[in-house]
């Protein structure tokens, strides 16, 4: 079993940054069990489904993003560390919602059924 837990949520300003965290632990998870996991971002906004935001694969070579956050967030791993990260610039107001990490045994997907391990979420509002 994999636990997954995010941090660095918060109130920002517009156009202001925030940079999210995900550690993962648990009695399976180990330097190789965490890269062979693509992992993943998700977000979800009150009265929204959830949507996909960022997603890097096992190695961290390739990434993919939301066309709505492409050129101001980053997504990022540390395999030695079991983490992954979300760097988060130029925010927005359309960005306030409840940020998930998520794991997927496999290749860089971005659809959130693909995704078996998921955290708890962390709330980022961004004021106007």
């Known amino acids: 079993q994999v636990q997954l837990v995010e941090s660095g949520g918060g109130l920002v300003q517009a156009g202001g940054s925030l940079g999210l965290s995900c550690a993962a632990s648990?009695?399976?998870?180990?330097?190789?069990?965490?890269?062979?996991?693509?992992m993943g971002w998700f977000r979800q906004a009150p009265g929204k489904e959830r949507e996909f935001v960022a997603a890097i694969s096992r190695a961290g070579a390739s990434t993919f993003y939301a066309d709505s956050v492409k050129g101001r967030f980053t997504i990022s791993r540390d395999n030695a560390k079991n983490t992954l990260y979300l760097q988060m610039n130029s925010l927005k107001p359309d960005d306030t919602a409840v940020y998930y990490c998520a794991a997927h045994p496999g290749g860089l997907t971005t659809i959130a059924k693909d995704y078996d391990y998921w955290g708890q979420g962390t709330q980022v509002t961004v004021s106007s």
């Open positions: 648990g009695r399976t998870v180990g330097v190789y069990a965490f890269n062979v996991h693509a």
